[in-house]
DNA sequence: CTGAAAGCGCTAACAT
DNA sequence: ATGTTAGCGCTTTCAG
């Protein structure tokens, strides 16, 4: 590796001095300046970056840790924060805390001893179900920067970035009953996040506000383990009048599409879905299903942008709660309604 | 942050002496290290990591490259990345080329500095296609340890995973010519890719070998931007004779399977397909795709054992290439051969 | 215009 | 058993 020390030798002029030429410095003359840069050149001269973090106390790089990377979601968000930061000149370290507490805290102690500037994270799913939240919040103590996103916690007072989950759920039960339908089941596999409860009471809110709805709601909730494939066809089964589904996770809503279809089912004449995810993902189905779109990319540019303010000082005192919009996607398995 | 000197000052002892104190060195006293190891706890004391990176010359960081996260190989295979780094007590940096040749060198460039020891890549498409790789050789000849998956180089003197994506392509066609299939049609959009490459040659080998074969072979080369959807419709309108179609890509079997579907194409009975993808993506889909399996865990995993010893000097001199087995996994889109 | 020196936080060879 | 010093690569103040 070459360094300040080698070009200096070379040229017979000191370490500040070379120091100085390469960032243009008033205090070196022209013909020095031209010399040095000339060498740096020749020689490929990359400036250490380890020791530029270390001089300025600041890396450049933000910690991103996720719960779980195969989820669709969660890689479409890192890969939005990845190109957000490196537009802003940062790097991103990746962790993958696999939904359990003790990897999460793991990963926020390994580097938080000055590796990043601040985080990025989503939280694991037992963090939220055991709302153990000290080794987070033993980090914002440190004065470490830190922007959740999609899954947050009340506990914890920092940046944020959330999507209305309930508004998104009300909103989509809404156009089921503006379709006329009169049996409508909510499905989760996500029942124990944050996200999962508010989109079940936008569900709920909606059901309960239309007066002409007389039936009851009917909520699956499939647990970690349980088989979606199998709780669907068990839904169909023991209520073969459904004509209505939302899916608020984001697979749950394809199996019920794909059973559905296997069951003969006229989608969307006889029974409506609409799934919950990003705008492009659930679409290859066929007929393509219609979802809510939780702009994805948006939350990562965001989450991103609130770090890189709150690390420049950019930021307000009190801490900013971004509500990035959905949108309701209607395509081939709900009808038009005007 | 809490850092040597501060214990020091408190406990009015010298940097050295905290130092080998948390060290358990033999020099100090039990009495002295364990006052020191106290007060290191009860301070939340955490050696900071870039110092001691620049003193070691050495991160303990991986730089990872990879063409596209969304693309779900490339996300799992991260994951694995992740895993494995982490238990040999490395971080990773995660850069995306987004297939640009340009960003790859890039993130290279950006990184090469200091900043990772070494790195994990997979060539992006634009590379291959133009096969300019001078940006990775320059690192190579810095002396900084690449280890290349899936989408390699000859040009590239370097360890590297691969699978035998010939010999899959070669086994899957050979199946279904033992189901007595008489029109095989081979989809693919990665045609520009080395690895695609190989599997088009995997096919027509075993075709060729199958003398009894007397149709020509047929291969749908889908270009970028190219909808897969219509090419698929295309292929089934001007060739419904077709009986079996190997997917060398991971999406065009899903899409293929689907369209057939949809025709009333009585599956396996009357057409088999087989998609190429990692062990559990595809098996959503009703039937279940068969597939060949990337085994995609064990590429990443051996990618960063490969690094690992690279980096501990632990390889022999010349340079290791890795072959991963893949498997073919008959699920319900084929039939059973005995 | 150029150079010497200090310091970021840590380790390790070398005193004492 | 403890301390001093030097150095990793860089920037920056202060001196010449």
Same mark, same amino acid.
């Given at each position: 590796?070459?360094?300040?020390k080698?070009l200096?030798?070379?040229?017979?002029?000191?370490?500040s001095?070379?120091?100085k030429a390469?960032?243009?410095?008033?205090e070196?003359?022209?013909?020095?300046?031209e010399?040095?840069?000339a060498l740096?050149?020749y020689?490929?001269?990359?400036?250490?970056?380890?020791?530029?973090s270390?001089?300025?106390?600041?890396t450049?790089?933000i910690?991103?840790i996720?719960p779980?990377?195969l989820?669709h979601?969660?890689?479409k968000?890192?890969y939005a924060?990845?190109?957000?930061?490196?537009?802003?000149? %940062?790097?991103?370290?990746?962790?993958?805390?696999?939904e359990?507490?003790?990897?999460e805290?793991?990963s926020?102690?390994l580097?938080?001893?000055?590796?990043?500037?601040g985080?990025?994270?989503?939280?694991a799913?037992?963090?939220?179900?055991?709302?153990q939240?000290?080794?987070?919040?033993?980090?914002?103590?440190?004065?470490?920067p830190?922007?959740?996103?999609?899954?947050?916690?009340?506990?914890?007072?920092?940046?944020?970035?959330?999507?209305d989950d309930?508004?998104?759920?009300?909103?989509?039960?809404?156009h089921?009953?503006?379709?006329?339908?009169?049996?409508i089941?909510?499905?989760s596999?996500?029942?124990?996040l944050?996200v999962g409860?508010?989109?079940?009471s936008?569900?709920?809110?909606?059901?309960?506000?239309?007066f002409?709805?007389?039936?009851?709601?009917?909520?699956?909730?499939?647990?970690?383990?349980?088989?979606?494939?199998e709780?669907?066809a %068990?839904?169909?089964?023991?209520y073969?009048?459904?004509?209505?589904i939302i899916?608020v996770?984001?697979?749950?809503g394809?199996?019920?599409l794909?059973?559905?279809?296997?069951?003969n089912?006229?989608?969307?004449?006889q029974?409506?879905i609409?799934?919950?995810?990003?705008?492009?993902?659930l679409?290859?189905?066929?007929?393509?299903?219609?979802?809510?779109s939780q702009?994805?990319?948006?939350?990562g540019k965001?989450?991103?942008?609130?770090?890189?303010?709150?690390?420049?000082n950019?930021?307000p005192?009190?801490?900013?709660?971004?509500?990035i919009?959905?949108?309701?996607?209607?395509?081939?398995?709900?009808k038009?309604?005007?």
């Amino acid at each position: 590796m070459v360094t300040l020390k080698h070009l200096a030798e070379q040229l017979n002029v000191s370490v500040s001095t070379v120091s100085k030429a390469l960032h243009d410095s008033e205090e070196i003359s022209p013909d020095t300046i031209e010399r040095v840069k000339a060498l740096a050149k020749y020689l490929n001269y990359k400036p250490n970056k380890v020791a530029i973090s270390l001089k300025n106390s600041k890396t450049n790089t933000i910690g991103v840790i996720i719960p779980n990377i195969l989820n669709h979601f969660f890689a479409k968000a890192l890969y939005a924060i990845e190109k957000q930061a490196s537009k802003q000149g %940062y790097s991103i370290i990746t962790c993958v805390s696999n939904e359990q507490n003790l990897k999460e805290a793991n990963s926020l102690q390994l580097l938080s001893n000055g590796s990043v500037d601040g985080f990025i994270m989503s939280i694991a799913e037992e963090t939220q179900l055991k709302q153990q939240t000290d080794h987070i919040n033993a980090i914002l103590q440190q004065n470490i920067p830190i922007v959740l996103f999609d899954r947050v916690s009340d506990d914890l007072d920092c940046d944020k970035v959330i999507i209305d989950d309930f508004g998104a759920a009300y909103e989509a039960t809404k156009h089921l009953l503006l379709e006329g339908r009169k049996h409508i089941v909510l499905i989760s596999d996500i029942d124990g996040l944050s996200v999962g409860k508010l989109r079940t009471s936008g569900y709920l809110k909606a059901l309960e506000e239309h007066f002409e709805y007389n039936n009851k709601p009917v909520i699956i909730n499939i647990e970690k383990g349980e088989s979606i494939e199998e709780r669907v066809a %068990y839904l169909f089964k023991t209520y073969n009048s459904v004509d209505g589904i939302i899916s608020v996770d984001n697979t749950s809503g394809v199996v019920a599409l794909q059973k559905a279809l296997k069951l003969n089912y006229n989608i969307p004449e006889q029974l409506s879905i609409i799934g919950f995810s990003d705008e492009n993902v659930l679409q290859f189905t066929d007929p393509k299903l219609s979802t809510i779109s939780q702009h994805t990319l948006d939350i990562g540019k965001e989450a991103v942008q609130l770090l890189v303010n709150r690390l420049s000082n950019n930021s307000p005192d009190n801490k900013v709660i971004t509500t990035i919009k959905t949108n309701l996607i209607l395509r081939e398995t709900t009808k038009i309604v005007k």
